[in-house]
């Protein structure tokens, strides 16, 4: 009975040792994983990023950093294949602690290696300290930064009279940004930003009161002056697609505009708004047939386009002052404010839908600001530069269906 009392227990000694000797293995027999101990953090805008020397352990699959933000737990991966793993989203200015594991393949996790570190300030703070508001016609321009190009919604509130007249929400990933809010009255105003980011952050309320300058389309029908501009293309291809089509305020399926005839000479055109203006935006829509959605950017409809301004039109200029000159000096480029050079938003070849783009041909158009500084101007000289067929404009045969300009005849 004794010896019997002997094996036993030596069987028992022998199950303790064995079962220690396997205290690092899993039930699969993968062996607990090595813990990383060499790290380094470089803090971010609203978090850091953590590298480290991942452990030269055949076990390992994976990285995990898990962490606390805002009282929620949340947990970050990584490949075995890289060193680095980002934990963002703090907004806090208290040091914040991160739990960093090695994983194998069944999900045995190495001991911990607890890091600390402070993130640098939140980013919808740091945007909100970058926001800056222009006063302009019909409302304001609102730029922001965005320093780690993260999603951001921009809402903007208006009260007029402590009344909540507007309430909008722009999303942004760009890291220098703009936004225009228009359709305002000129009266003041208190314009309210706030800035919100993906994982629920929200900044303080910046508020900006202004009175937006007054705004106005200018009035239609304008005016033909291309004979006094030597150069100018006087073709028409017909009376359905003669000169004043792109000024009489039809859009839309069927709107024929300003068609050319192929082959003449000129890629220009000069027209009076009829009264001195300064300009803040204008709209370009194209040239339509009836629910033909590819007339949008083809069928000779002009893609980019320059244009000058002057508020006179001196008709006794020599005919070398109008040319087309690279170089501007001596012509009229010297003399004329220079609007800018415009390229349409190609939404056919950004992956836009059928509706979209016939949305943005026949209905919105193309809407292009105008520099705040831009002086007034009542004619304006408009640069046929390309179709969709190319650049120049191929044959010189190019079309549009209408332009509307903005702005103030109320001049300081």
């Known amino acids: 009975m004794n010896h019997l009392k002997k094996i036993y227990l030596l069987l028992f000694l022998f199950s303790i040792i064995l079962y220690a000797c396997n205290a690092d293995k899993d039930k699969t027999g993968f062996e607990k994983p090595t813990a990383i101990t060499d790290y380094e953090v470089t803090p971010i805008n609203g978090g850091g990023i953590i590298t480290y020397a991942v452990p030269n352990d055949p076990n390992i699959l994976c990285i995990t950093a898990e962490y606390v933000r805002n009282g929620e737990p949340y947990a970050e991966r990584s490949s075995y294949f ?83 007249e507007r309430d909008e929400i722009y999303f942004s990933t760009l890291s220098n940004d703009r936004r225009s809010y228009r359709g305002f009255e000129a009266v003041e105003t208190t314009f309210a930003v706030i800035i919100g980011d993906k994982w629920e952050n929200i900044s303080d309320t910046v508020y900006y009161k202004t009175t937006p300058i007054f705004e106005m389309e200018v009035p239609k029908p304008w005016g033909d002056v291309r004979t006094y501009v030597k150069g100018d293309n006087l073709t028409e291809l017909q009376a359905s697609h003669a000169f004043p089509k792109f000024y009489d305020g039809i859009i839309g399926g069927g709107s024929f505009g300003y068609l050319n005839q192929a082959g003449s000479e000129g890629n220009s055109f000069t027209f009076d708004i009829k009264e001195v203006y300064k300009l803040s935006r204008f709209k370009f829509w194209p040239s339509l047939r009836d629910g033909i959605i590819s ?50 938003e190609r939404l056919d070849l950004l992956g836009a839908s059928d509706t979209e783009i016939w949305q943005r041909g026949a209905v919105d158009g193309d809407e292009y600001e105008l520099p705040l500084e831009l002086g007034p101007v009542r004619y304006i000289r408009f640069f046929a530069r390309a179709t969709a067929d190319g650049k120049p404009v191929p044959n010189n045969y190019w079309q549009l269906g209408e332009l509307s300009f903005f702005g103030t005849n109320i001049i300081e």
């Open 295 to 344: 007339d949008v950017y083809r069928n000779v409809n002009i893609t980019e386009f320059e244009m000058w301004g002057s508020p006179i039109l001196e008709t006794n200029k020599p005919d070398e002052y109008w040319a087309d000159n690279e170089n501007p000096t001596g012509t009229f480029k010297e003399d004329w404010e220079y609007l800018g050079y415009f390229a349409r």
């Open 82 to 164: 890289k060193n680095s793993i980002r934990v963002e989203g703090f907004r806090t200015s208290e040091p914040v602690t991160v739990k960093l594991y090695t994983e194998n393949h069944n999900e045995d996790r190495s001991d911990p290696l607890i890091i600390e570190f402070t993130p640098l300030e939140g980013l919808v703070d740091v945007t909100k300290e970058s926001l800056n508001f222009i006063t302009t016609f019909g409302g304001v321009v609102l730029s922001w930064e965005n320093l780690l190009n993260t999603e951001l919604n921009v809402r903007l509130l208006a009260f007029i009279d402590g009344k909540l």
